[in-house]
């Protein structure tokens, strides 16, 4: 599997025939380890071992609704109250982030609703704040820890109480 610029994790791959898996710690089960899997796997480990998200906040693959048709976001991350925090979208290592990565992103965050976005091949990250009264995005020069994230969300609210 490809290198990435990610924290190697401690992973487990199984090979049957010419396929090869890898171990879910969100699905609890053997995936297919696509190249795209693989980027997500990485960034799932990283987001729990290396930025303090919980683990039962992630959910992967989630289903929703975009102009009448059903869509699948790659990774959510949950606040405390079950709202979406970060979006995440994966692409394979060998798929560049184009603007157009942004606008599917961006797009799926519509009906979403998250405060921060994260696009990443694994190599390259571009992760950002919405401002959703603004209809704006601020592009980040990090990846939030789970407290950043929480402190982000918390000032959003603070001034759409104002």
């Not at 975009?66 to 990774?75: A, M, S």
């Not at 925090?85 to 609703?113: D, F, H, R, W």
Request: aromatic share 6%; hydrophobic share 40%; charged share 20%.
């Amino acid at each position: 599997m490809q290198a990435l610029n990610l924290p190697p994790f401690a992973h487990k791959l199984t090979q049957s025939g010419e396929t090869i898996f890898i171990w879910d710690v969100l699905r609890r089960k053997q995936v297919v380890c696509t190249p795209e899997e693989w980027v997500r796997q990485h960034v799932v480990h990283y987001l729990i071992d290396h930025l303090g998200f919980p683990k039962g906040l992630l959910s992967l693959e989630r289903s929703h609704v975009y102009n009448q048709r059903r869509k699948r976001t790659d990774l959510h991350a949950l606040d405390p109250d079950g709202r979406p925090l970060l979006l995440v979208e994966c692409k394979a290592a060998s798929v560049p982030l184009t603007p157009a990565v942004a606008m599917q992103i961006a797009t799926y965050n519509q009906t979403v609703g998250a405060p921060l976005l994260l696009a990443t091949n694994g190599v390259q990250h571009c992760c950002w704040r919405v401002h959703s009264l603004e209809r704006t995005t601020q592009a980040l020069t990090f990846i939030p820890t789970y407290a950043e994230a929480l402190e982000l969300l918390a000032v959003v609210s603070r001034s759409l109480k104002l």
